[in-house]
Nanobody, 123 residues
Framework: QVQLVESGGGLVQTGGSLRLSCAAS????????LGWFRQAPGKEREIVAA??????TTYYADSVKGRFTISRDNANLYLQMNSLKPEDTAVYYC??????????????????WGQGTQVTVSS
């Protein structure tokens, strides 16, 4: 069982920045496809960004392109969020799928999830 722990959420004003981090307890992210999802109140969970294990291929939802950057190292997953908007307010989750080379964008294909971290953007 892989436990994922997110950190870095909080309250920020419109136009501000936050950096989310996700770490796997007791292991590295070697051979894992990784992703960030978010869920706002009353809405379904949606993909924000994803990154492959090899080659650093990335995917971004249209709503965050040009503002968010996903990155990773051997032990951590990051989401740099700039120019934040009130509509970015949500609980953000990291997700991992082992032994996967490409980018995974479907929620159903991820095996492990973090507990979520709240991001609130005030207007």
């Amino acid at each position: 069982q892989v436990q994922l722990v997110e950190s870095g959420g909080g309250l920020v004003q419109t136009g501000g920045s936050l950096r989310l981090s996700c770490a796997a307890s007791g292991r590295t992210f070697s051979s894992y496809a990784l992703g960030w999802f978010r869920q706002a109140p009353g809405k379904e969970r949606e993909i924000v960004a994803a990154i492959s294990w090899i080659g650093g291929t990335t995917y971004y939802a249209d709503s965050v392109k040009g503002r968010f950057t996903i990155s990773r190292d051997n032990a951590n997953l990051y989401l740099q969020m700039n120019s934040l908007k009130p509509e970015d307010t949500a609980v953000y989750y990291c997700a991992a799928r082992p032994h996967t080379i490409g980018v995974i964008t479907s929620m159903r294909e991820y095996d492990y999830w973090g507990q979520g971290t709240q991001v609130t953007v005030s207007s």
